[in-house]
């Protein structure tokens, strides 16, 4: 092993402050998922280095096949020897707002993360069977270039200043400046670091290497051209390449890039971390110097009772009322399936007046039911209670239901309400998503319950 691979494999590389203490909590809890701690380690190289690093030095000690994703690292390492790798990382964590080598050191690490999105993206594009591997080994391709900035940053910013001056690749860069190939010194960091071999054919100096590894490459490349402009001639040679590997025409994959690449910037920006050369101030000094610009941020769309309250405003009349309140139930929450039971003169019988969603032979369409002091409808009118049916009180409530309904009721979760006009029980809305969709959860009865109240309001404009 040359000197540099040497001395790059002994110097642990420090996590980002930030999400090494998250790492830290997360890992301290019970109730944390595997995917919590999978988001920490994608967004910080040192921390994927050590978990993917110790899962496969165990691996290769039983012959096993090298670990390449980060849920399998977390699943075979298990909690406690997980919480034991975050602790033994070096106590100095890096911050985002430390000058030491800030400049360089964040361009490399947000260079990075960029390939890794982009490479994520490609593999699911080229419908790659396992596409979080692509991420994984984009994202560890730049760790050698981060642990250079922390064992010898002078080294790194010369060049860093080469690479820049001479519009060439870091690579190149480096392999001038420490007068080895810095492809091999990377190469040999795949066995003392626990790496995947698939890492060892992206350092690798030989054409030819697997459809992955040449997807890795192409993406660090793009992420490193790009930073002086989307449309320089060094990014615009990549496109005949990258149309190849994801097997679409030049035009829709260089859109698929740019598209990539915009959401990755934004990210790094709400990160607080320096971003790559997609935010570099242009001449003018507009933040985004894209030739193809960022299209308008989106106005806020309304809460679902904001779009309600400004639906309601003005209207007059309970038809008119009611009609705006289905119409937002079905936009803003998804149900689709919507009766309302009304009433009749003589207040001893609920019949359905008006339905939505359902099928013409539907029972609750025509549903019409005898109130008495035991059914569940003229306990909810009386008490003036919406009501949640679902999985778990469905077996209790199902016998207080009228014959006729308990067979929709009993087939999908459904929202149940009682309707006032001028503080007097009018009837019952029933209110379902369609069997296909989502379930309904706390927050959908939240604000159902919500929206119901504010139409209540302009029903009752005393209240």
């Known amino acids: 092993m040359g000197d540099w691979a040497e001395r790059l ?59 390449t994703t980060f849920d399998s690292a977390i699943s075979l390492l298990g909690r406690e020897r997980l919480k034991s790798v975050v602790r033994a990382l070096p106590e100095i964590c890096i911050s985002l707002l430390a000058p030491v080598s800030k400049t360089g050191f964040l361009t490399a690490l947000a260079h990075t993360l960029e390939a890794a999105q982009q490479a994520e993206d490609w593999a699911l594009a080229r419908r790659e069977p396992v596409a979080e591997q692509h991420f994984h080994a984009a994202l560890l391709s730049g760790t050698p270039e981060l642990a250079l900035w922390l064992e ?104 698929r890039c740019q598209r990539t690449a915009v959401h990755g910037a934004t990210a790094l920006l709400a990160a607080g971390m320096c971003p790559s050369a997609h935010t570099i101030p242009a001449a003018d000094g507009s933040p985004w110097p894209f030739d193809a610009p960022l299209a308008p941020q ?67 369409r025509g549903l019409s039911v005898p109130l008495s002091s035991g059914d569940l409808f003229s306990a909810l009118l009386n008490k003036h209670q919406p009501l949640w049916l679902h999985a778990a009180n469905r077996a209790a409530f199902l016998p207080r239901l009228p014959e006729d309904g308990c067979g929709p009721l009993a087939q999908a979760d459904t929202f149940i309400s009682p309707l006032r006009m001028d503080g007097k029980p009018v ?37």
């Open 152 to 255: 010898a940053p002078e080294v790194a910013a010369q060049a860093y200043a080469l690479a820049q001056g001479q519009d060439i690749p870091i690579d190149q860069a480096l392999s001038t400046v420490i007068e080895e190939d810095w492809s091999a010194v990377c190469a040999e960091l795949v066995v003392p670091w626990g790496l995947p071999a698939l890492l060892g054919e992206v350092w690798s100096a030989s054409d030819a290497v697997s459809a992955q590894a040449h997807g890795i490459r192409l993406t660090r490349a793009l992420a490193e051209r790009v930073a002086h402009g989307w449309h320089t001639e060094a990014s615009r040679a990549m496109r005949p390449a990258i149309a190849d590997h994801l097997g679409l025409d030049e035009a829709m994959s260089w859109t």
């Open 9 to 67: 494999a002994a110097k642990p590389l420090p996590a980002l402050r930030d999400s090494h203490a998250r790492l830290s909590r997360l890992v301290g809890r019970e109730d944390t998922t595997n995917w919590q701690i999978e988001d920490v380690l994608r967004r910080d190289p040192a921390l994927a280095l050590a978990v993917l690093g110790e899962t496969n030095r165990q691996a290769r000690r039983f012959g096993r096949e090298d670990v």
């Open 298 to 364: 989106a106005p806020a769309r309304p809460s679902p009772l904001d779009a309600l309250r400004d639906g309601l405003s003005g209207l007059t009349g309970s038809n008119a009322i009611l009609q705006q309140l289905l119409k937002h139930l079905r936009a803003e929450l998804g149900l689709q399936r919507l009766v309302l039971l009304m009433l009749d003169a003589s207040h001893a019988q609920l019949e359905a007046r008006f339905a939505v969603g359902l099928p013409a032979q539907d029972p609750l």
């Open 427 to 463: 009837g019952l809305l029933l209110a379902q998503r369609p069997l296909d969709a989502p379930a309904l959860t706390a927050e959908d009865f939240r604000l159902f319950n919500a929206m119901l109240a504010m139409a209540h309001e302009t029903l009752d404009p005393r209240r």
